[in-house]
Structures are given as C-alpha cells and as structure tokens.
C-alpha cells in the first residue's frame, strides 16, 4: 500500500530560483504517474523532493497519511531508478543490487534470495559476476531496475529510464516495465518525453510548465481528443 498526497509543495534552490510553485497532488495505491513537460519545467526536483534527495522549501508530502517531510531518504520506502543508472563501476552487477540491502543491514540469506530472484524476473541471472563496463545499455538499464526491485519499495521513481536505450530496447524494457508494475503492486512515478510511454503505461499524466502543474489527466483525455 502507498498512497501520495503533495500539498502546496515548493522548491527554492538556494540561489533564489522557484523551480516547484504549489504543486498539489493526490496518488491513489498503486497508480503509474506519468510527469511530462519541457526541460527545466521541474519534474526531476519534485522526483528528488519525493525521494528525499532534496529538501522540500514549503508544503506537506505525506504517504499513507504520515509525513515525510523530513524522513531520511534510506527511511522512505522508495526506490528511484536514474536516466544515466547511476551503477557503481567498480562492483559486479551482484553487489550492485545488493548494495541498498546491505546498507540497510539486511541478513546475508536473504539478500542472496532477493538477488535472485530479481535476476531471475529480470533476465540477469547469467550477468551476476559482471561489471557494469562489461554490459549493454539494455542490461545495465536491467541492473539499475534490479537495483530498485530487491528493495521491494512502495513507491517507484523512474526519471526517464529508458530515454538512452535505442528504439528496440525501449519497446522492450516498456513492456517489462509494465509487467513490474504489475507483478510488484507499487505505485510508480515516471518521468518521459515519449508520448507512447506515457500512453502505454500511465493511469494519469501530470503536464507541468515553468515549475506549476498545468494539467492532469487521463492518456486518453490527454492524446485522444476529437
Ligand atoms: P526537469 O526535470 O523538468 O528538466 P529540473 O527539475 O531538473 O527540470 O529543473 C527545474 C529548474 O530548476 C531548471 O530551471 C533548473 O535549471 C533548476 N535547477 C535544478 N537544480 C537546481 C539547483 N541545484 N539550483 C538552482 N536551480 C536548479
Ligand atoms: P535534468 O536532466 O534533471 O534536467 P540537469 O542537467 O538539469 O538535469 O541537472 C543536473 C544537475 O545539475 C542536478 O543535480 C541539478 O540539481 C543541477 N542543476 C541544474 N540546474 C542548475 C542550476 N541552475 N544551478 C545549479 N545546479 C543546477
């Protein structure tokens, strides 16, 4: 269960810019958000806001009705899955999605299972003794996806996962992401400039310009107009 609520939500960076104006929305359990809009708009400060990984200037984000506001970010109970993957070089593509349990002092057996499975869902079973250097951009997008899923979070951020896949691929991994979304029960938050994904995949999109939600809507109401 993860329910989102953002009440009157602000971000100032400290050097005085407003990049999120009064951002309201409600998340029902287990929807798949879509954010779209242009460069600068603010879709990746208010992931970052949601994950922790920014401070929030003004306003309430709660989940389930508790706020998080200041929860650390390891506390949250999300995973956020970066364009660039973000993979540690220097570690096998096994310590690197075991990497969030063993920060979080999961037992040895049980992060051993998780690992597998996930490799297992993902088709990384084969790949475990690897470097990230030794992938492709599919597969490394798969581990940074492993990554996230062996935390089995509430709530899934992804800021244009796919946006450096080529075409095939993103055809590929847009499936399998619907399929997670599916098969893992959580409420998913996804950054895209592809109007198929956001189609395909979302339940709503949220349109924002110059940092203010402009529009939300069903991909239907969004795309199909008459
Ligand atoms: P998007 O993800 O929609 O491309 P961002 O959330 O990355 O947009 O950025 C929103 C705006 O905030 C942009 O104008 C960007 O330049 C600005 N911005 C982002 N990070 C900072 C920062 N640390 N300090 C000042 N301005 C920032
Ligand atoms: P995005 O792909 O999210 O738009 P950017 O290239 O805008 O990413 O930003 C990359 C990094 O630079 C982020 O950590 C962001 O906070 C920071 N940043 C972006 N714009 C500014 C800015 N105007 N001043 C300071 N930092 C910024």
Do not use: W
């Amino acid at each position: 269960m993860a329910s989102l609520s953002l009440k009157h939500i602000y971000k100032i960076y400290p050097n005085g810019f407003e990049a999120v104006k009064d951002f309201n929305l409600e998340i029902e359990d287990k929807e798949f958000i879509i954010f779209v809009g242009p460069s600068g708009c603010g879709k990746s400060t208010t992931l970052r806001m949601i994950a922790g990984l920014e401070d929030i200037s003004d306003g309430e984000f709660m989940i389930d009705g508790k706020i998080m506001n200041d929860v650390e970010p390891k506390d949250r109970d999300i995973a956020m899955v970066f364009q660039n993957y973000a993979l540690y070089p220097h570690m096998t593509v096994r310590d690197n999605m075991a990497f969030g349990l063993k920060l979080r002092k999961t037992p040895k057996h049980e992060i051993k299972k998780k690992v597998g499975d996930a490799s297992t869902i993902l088709d990384l079973s084969e790949l475990l003794d690897r470097k990230p250097v030794a992938l492709s951009g599919g597969q490394r997008q798969r581990v940074a996806m492993g990554r996230a899923i062996v935390r089995e979070p509430k709530v899934f951020l992804m800021d244009e996962p796919l946006s450096n896949l080529d075409a095939k691929l993103r055809v590929q991994m847009r499936t399998e992401i619907s399929a997670l979304h599916q098969r893992l029960g959580a409420t998913i938050i996804y950054v895209t400039h592809d109007q198929t994904e956001a189609m395909t995949l979302g339940t709503r999109i949220v349109v924002m310009k110059d940092g203010v939600i402009q529009q939300v809507a069903s991909p239907r109401d969004l795309y199909n107009k008459p």
